[in-house]
């Protein structure tokens, strides 16, 4: 059991943001439901696809990735209804438009795309899965799969997790 340093509750590790490098450990001494409430920005947000001012809860924040005052980083300015709707089309286009398979190109970056990013050989510039489905958000009409990196706009190696939240300093 660990104690959560902000709701003071002694609470099993599965309550925590799990720590990829120690498991079994919290990565941090707050609970995930203290970083739901007290780790979002109180805000207003003007959501890009419905246009309406909300505030930031109705938005997706990263559990592990945090602004330099502490506050959780905010995945996109799609409001949470709208991000189902989005992720209904998805799934239908995922359904109707089979994903190709590992060790072929990237349409985008024209790298070969490994299942994990684990599994790319050492000294090899590729990139890895899972292959994500690409639409045209106007039109709703299926792109492509392209490969994770370059679905999230980053490059390189994923290591993309922040440690700017103070450590874990429970028992
Ligand atoms: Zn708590
Ligand atoms: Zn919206
Ligand atoms: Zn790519």
Not at 20 to 37: A, E, I, R
Not at 140 to 161: E, H, M, Q, T, W
Request: aromatic residues 10%; glycine residues 6%; hydrophobic residues 25%.
């Amino acid at each position: 059991m660990f104690t959560c340093s902000s709701c003071k509750l002694q609470l099993s590790v599965n309550s925590f943001d799990a720590d990829p490098l120690n498991p079994g450990q919290p990565l941090y001494y707050f609970c995930m439901s203290c970083s739901d409430k007290y780790r979002i920005d109180g805000v207003m947000v003007n959501c890009t696809v419905c246009h309406r001012s909300l505030p930031s809860h109705y938005f997706q924040h990263y559990r592990t990735r945090f602004k330099k005052d502490g506050m959780r980083l905010r995945v996109n300015r799609n409001c949470k209804d709208c991000s189902s709707k989005e992720s209904a089309i998805v799934a239908q286009l995922k359904r109707a438009n089979k994903a190709p398979n590992y060790l072929t190109k990237c349409p985008l970056c024209e790298r070969i795309v490994y299942e994990k990013s684990e599994d790319i050989p050492d000294g090899i510039n590729a990139t890895n899965g899972p292959w994500q489905c690409d639409h045209d958000h106007n039109t709703k009409k299926f792109r492509g799969y392209i490969c994770k990196p370059c679905n999230v706009g980053v490059s390189g190696d994923l290591a993309a997790y922040q440690r700017n939240a103070p450590a874990w300093n429970g028992e």
